[in-house]
């Protein structure tokens, strides 16, 4: 089932998601809807506070990259902590589900090292670089109340204003289905 994304603006995408365990209700249910909406909407990660559940857990799926230096990586990251960042940080243009049509550049380190369970709980230490941990590092952010225009200069979130409050609005004109904070 495709679920609505949760638009800029909304109170949940600042909240810090709580760690769950393998009895969190319909678990299952919820990643394989977390699948089908972050590829109906053509994205290549999904935090489960972008479908309105404040809880630790995101997917990702860098298959669509043509970046061949990197491997492909496509799981789904229960309770991640990142350990340690290391390696030179480097700029990428990041863009979000959850603020349409915006892009900025971010400077990330380029290497990470993972704690997390899969799907079916088990536990992984694992090191991502290139694209593989960048996308983490980005949808990691989304379940500690973070986005990626937090790190941008405090000019250019003056210049993005307008359009945020547009996308908090439901302004913004996306192919998929959105949830507009209430009350707006
Ligand atoms: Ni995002």
Redesign the pocket.
């Known amino acids: 089932m495709i679920l609505p994304i949760v638009a800029y603006g909304d109170p949940v995408l600042r909240k810090v998601g709580a760690n769950i365990d393998a009895n969190y209700k319909d678990l299952q249910k919820l990643i394989e809807n977390m699948w089908e909406t972050m590829y109906h909407a053509h ?1 290549v ?3 489960a506070p ?1 479908v309105g559940k404040a809880i630790n857990l995101f997917i990702a799926d860098t298959s669509a990259f043509d970046d061949e230096t990197y491997p492909e990586m496509k799981k789904v990251f229960i309770n991640a902590e990142i350990i340690e960042e290391w390696g030179d940080k480097w700029e990428y243009e ?6 349409p049509h915006i892009r900025e550049n971010v400077s990330r380190h380029s290497n990470l090292l993972l704690r997390y369970h899969d799907e079916n709980f088990t536990l992984h230490e694992e090191e991502f670089s290139g694209i593989a941990a960048r996308v983490i590092q ?2 990691y ?2 379940c500690k109340g973070k ?2 225009v937090d790190y941008i200069s405090e000019l250019k979130r003056r210049l993005l204003k307008n359009k945020l409050i547009n996308i908090s609005k439901g302004g913004a004109r996306v192919d998929y289905k959105m949830r507009i904070p209430s009350g707006r």
């Not at 990041?94 to 603020?99: D, R």
């Open positions: 994205g990660g999904l935090a972008q990041e863009g979000c589900l959850s603020i980005h949808e952010d989304h986005l990626f």
